[in-house]
């Protein structure tokens, strides 16, 4: 084994401290590239994600509101009770629903927003992580890019499924029974909710 010099040993360190400088500023240079590309990913972005979903998802949920109160709407016609106690009830209740779903509506746009943040960070992270094990600055700006682009890219949402399902089958029991006031719910008693916007109206199209 070759034992460097005095002045050999002093290059070397030299030349490694160098190295190492280069090291430090091609790791700053690629920082700074991975941080310009994530910087898209603000609060702006994540809350554009939750609108686009809540924008989504809306139609799809007035549509089912609308079909489910026309098909309330004709039930209650159909056994004389548009204008009665059941048809305030019922209606109350389909308030309640909408407003449930409204809420669940609001809360996966958010729930979506946040996983998409969780990708982000995780993709940010192993960018980063690649950067200080090779000090490569112009393989992680490439990365950034192309992780960014991939993440930004809107992605398809499923079809809601029937948020009424539940309230539709009671909807559909209407005079059934006269004994428990055509509410349409067995074990002869209505199922009953807390105030609701609107639940004091009578049904109408």
Do not use: H, W
């Amino acid at each position: 084994m070759c034992i460097p010099s005095g002045s050999g040993a002093k290059k070397q360190a030299k030349q490694q401290r160098a190295d190492e400088e280069a090291r430090k500023a091609r790791i700053a240079s690629g920082m700074a590239s991975i941080a310009d590309t994530f910087g898209k990913f603000d609060e702006k972005f994540y809350g554009d994600r939750t609108k686009d979903y809540i924008d989504y998802a809306t139609p799809q949920f007035e549509r089912q509101l609308r079909d489910t109160r026309d098909n309330l709407i004709y039930a209650l016609s159909r056994t004389g009770n548009l204008n009665g106690s059941a048809a305030i009830r019922k209606n109350s209740d389909l308030n309640y629903e909408a407003d449930v779903a409204r809420t669940g509506i609001a809360n996966d746009g958010i729930n979506k927003a946040n996983e998409l943040r969780n990708q982000v960070e995780n993709s940010r992270g192993n960018v980063v992580a690649e950067l200080n094990a090779t000090g490569d600055s112009s393989a992680a700006a490439q990365a950034a890019i192309r992780n960014a682009t991939n993440l930004a890219t809107p992605v398809g949402y499923s079809p809601l499924g029937n948020l009424f399902a539940s309230f539709a089958q009671s909807a559909a029991a209407i005079g059934s029974n006269a004994g428990n006031g055509f509410s349409g719910f067995a074990g002869g008693g209505a199922q009953s909710y807390g105030p609701s916007k609107g639940s004091s109206t009578v049904v109408r199209g």
